[in-house]
């Protein structure tokens, strides 16, 4: 789905759905923090040879319920922060509107694909 013209690169992983921000995601930032940097920078290694690209929260509901449904679905994310150099968004507003539409785009044209007659 991706075009030269994009400008921009796609990565194919697993993601990692945690019922919490803080500590199931290996944040330092939270209330409770019970392990140091280096935990969180092994347990992120660990997932990131396991083929993890991604650490969110919603898609688990959402999946769930289109099984539930037999709805075929797919989960499309932009990953905006290197967990393994930060835990908190650097970027400028700007640019999160960019990195907002990508999906949108990559999508669409799965869509779109998917509705041309074979």
Known sequence: ???PE????????????????YEEQARLDGVFCTYQRDD??????????AGVRNIEMES??????CR????????VC???VNRLESDLPTCKP???KAFEKRPQILVARFIKQRLQPI
């Open 78 to 80: 932009a990953a905006i």
């Open 1 to 3: 789905m991706l075009r």
């Open 60 to 65: 688990m509901v959402i999946a769930a319920f």
């Open 40 to 49: 969180k920078i092994n347990f992120l290694k660990r997932l990131y040879d």
């Open 6 to 21: 994009d400008g921009f690169a796609v990565v194919e992983g697993r993601t990692m759905c945690a019922t919490n921000f």
């Open 94 to 96: 700007e640019d999160m």
């Open 68 to 75: 539930r449904a037999s709805i075929p679905a797919m989960v």
